[in-house]
């Protein structure tokens, strides 16, 4: 199997995963999965789906980008270490019992909060757990340094920037003239550039 096919798949996958968190899609599912169950169902298919493109990974062969050595490996690491504990950081900021869907077990109600949360990373970035996983990948790039795993932050990179557009459309129906006033005053992705 080829770096293309691979990534191919990685691509379907992500194509995937936004048609199964689109609203039209998920109306369409309702009435073969609760409402109650279906951030579970959604959770669960993502994981899934990952367990076959983790062991196509590891089955193709890898061409390098750049010849690893100590130091790079050491700032790969660094990157990797930061971007996982800023990763916790804004993770915490979050309700997990929603994002997972167990908070839905008992309400089939969403119950998203009536104000906006700029505190925490949210104070410096609109979309923290975004640009934390792209710290993460880039340190995994750095780590790995080959075709394959530039090709997923690439690829990853390219839909979290649709995503972006995609869900600040829903935020600003949610939270309003907050939300336009927190777009303008809060960088999307890195703190005073982007």
Same mark, same amino acid.
């Given at each position: 199997?080829?770096?293309?096919?691979? $990534?191919?798949?990685?691509?379907?996958?992500?194509?995937?995963?936004?048609? $199964? @968190?689109?609203?039209?899609?998920? +109306?369409?599912?309702?009435?073969?999965?609760?409402?109650?169950?279906?951030?579970?169902?959604?959770?669960?298919?993502?994981?899934?789906?990952?367990?076959?493109?983790?062991?196509?990974?590891?089955?193709?062969?890898?061409?390098?980008?750049?010849?690893?050595?100590?130091?790079?490996?050491?700032?790969?690491?660094?990157?990797? @270490?930061?971007?996982?504990? @800023?990763?916790?950081?804004?993770?915490?900021?979050?309700?997990?019992?929603?994002?997972?869907?167990?908070?839905?077990?008992?309400?089939? +109600?969403?119950?998203?909060?009536?104000?906006?949360?700029?505190?925490?990373?949210?104070?410096?970035?609109?979309? %923290?757990?975004?640009?934390?996983? $792209?710290?993460?990948?880039?340190?995994?790039?750095?780590? +790995?340094?080959?075709?394959?795993?530039?090709?997923?932050?690439? $690829?990853?990179?390219?839909?979290?920037?649709?995503?972006?557009?995609? +869900?600040?459309?829903?935020?600003?129906?949610?939270?309003?003239?907050?939300?336009?006033?927190?777009?303008?005053?809060?960088?999307?992705?890195? %703190?005073?550039?982007?």
């Amino acid at each position: 199997m080829s770096t293309i096919i691979f $990534l191919f798949c990685v691509a379907i996958y992500y194509v995937i995963h936004s048609l $199964l @968190a689109a609203k039209a899609v998920k +109306e369409r599912l309702y009435p073969i999965i609760s409402k109650r169950v279906y951030r579970i169902f959604f959770n669960l298919i993502s994981i899934a789906l990952l367990i076959p493109l983790i062991w196509m990974y590891f089955n193709i062969s890898h061409e390098s980008i750049f010849v690893k050595t100590s130091i790079t490996k050491f700032i790969g690491w660094v990157i990797l @270490a930061i971007g996982l504990f @800023a990763n916790v950081m804004a993770i915490r900021q979050y309700n997990l019992a929603e994002f997972s869907g167990v908070a839905y077990l008992s309400n089939s +109600e969403t119950q998203h909060s009536s104000k906006l949360n700029i505190s925490g990373l949210n104070k410096w970035i609109r979309h %923290p757990l975004y640009t934390t996983t $792209l710290l993460v990948m880039l340190g995994v790039v750095v780590l +790995e340094a080959n075709v394959a795993m530039l090709g997923i932050a690439l $690829l990853s990179l390219i839909y979290i920037l649709i995503g972006i557009q995609l +869900e600040e459309r829903k935020l600003i129906v949610v939270f309003g003239a907050d939300y336009v006033q927190y777009k303008k005053d809060v960088r999307m992705l890195v %703190p005073f550039l982007f």
